[in-house]
């Protein structure tokens, strides 16, 4: 049984950062590749936003414009775990922020996916809160 359990959450000034851990288990985890979304307090499961993905090598990452110079996605397959580094974090980046993982076989070991419906497992999210 997948599961994925967020941490690194929690409340800072704008301009400030936060670093996020997703920690996986019950998956072989270099043969997935992760995303991080976010979901704003008001908006419906559907319109929950991709922020950043990288490729089960690790080798290629894709981020929203918004994250693009301010966020860092990474992981660390030994460990099972993914990071995504926020700097420079802005009042509207508050949000709910999950993680989610997509087996990624028989396919370019770079590929990544930035479509929510493209991934399978979930954790239960950690709340950032970014004040002005």
């Known amino acids: 049984q997948v599961q994925l359990v967020e941490s690194g959450g929690g409340l800072v000034q704008a301009g400030g950062s936060l670093r996020l851990s997703c920690a996986a288990s019950g998956l072989s985890f270099g043969l997935y590749a992760m995303g991080w979304f976010r979901q704003a307090a008001q908006a419906a499961e559907r319109d929950r936003e991709f922020v950043a993905a990288v490729s089960r090598s690790g080798d290629a990452t894709h981020y929203t414009d918004s994250a693009k110079g301010r966020f860092t996605i990474s992981r660390d397959n030994a460990e099972r775990t993914v990071y995504l580094q926020m700097d420079s974090l802005k009042p509207e980046d508050t949000a709910v922020y999950y993680c989610?993982?997509?087996?990624?076989?028989?396919?370019?070991?770079?590929?990544?996916?930035?479509?929510?419906?493209?991934?399978?497992?979930w954790g239960r999210g950690t709340q950032v809160t970014v004040s002005s």
């Open positions: 989610a993982a997509r087996i990624a076989v028989n396919t370019n070991s770079d590929r990544l996916y930035d479509n929510r419906y493209d991934y399978n497992d």
